[in-house]
């Protein structure tokens, strides 16, 4: 079993800042972890993703490249996302995710969190 805490949504103006953080404990160590996102009325889509055994990999959503960093602290088995500049679009239910051990990283998760709001009024 992997459980994934969330943290740190929240409501922002847009341009702001936000951070997330996800606390995965359980059957460890994971393949990878990261956020996907959900807007009303849209498809689920990635936001970020990053190997926890090889940290140098990561990907990003086409409409955060730039704007958001994903991090890891394998210390603490703890995945981050700072969000920069945030605009009205990114408003949605970001959701932590994983991908056990032997999963392919880049695939569809094994494993999702409740989910966090984050609203960016204009």
């Known amino acids: 079993q992997v459980h994934l805490m969330e943290s740190g949504g929240g409501s922002v103006q847009a341009g702001g800042s936000l951070r997330l953080s996800c606390a995965a404990s359980g059957r460890l160590p994971l393949n990878a972890l990261g956020w996907y996102r959900q807007a009303p009325g849209k498809q689920r889509e990635l936001v970020a993703k990053i190997t926890t055994i090889s940290t140098a990999n990561r990907i990003y959503g086409d409409a955060v490249q730039g704007r958001f960093i994903i991090s890891i602290n394998n210390a603490k088995n703890t995945v981050y996302l700072q969000m920069n500049n945030l605009k009205p679009d990114d408003t949605a239910v970001y959701y932590c995710?994983?991908?056990?051990?032997?999963?392919?990283?880049?695939?569809?998760?094994?494993?999702w969190g409740q989910g966090t709001q984050v609203t960016v009024a204009s």
């Open positions: 995710a994983a991908n056990r051990r032997y999963s392919t990283w880049t695939g569809e998760p094994d494993v």
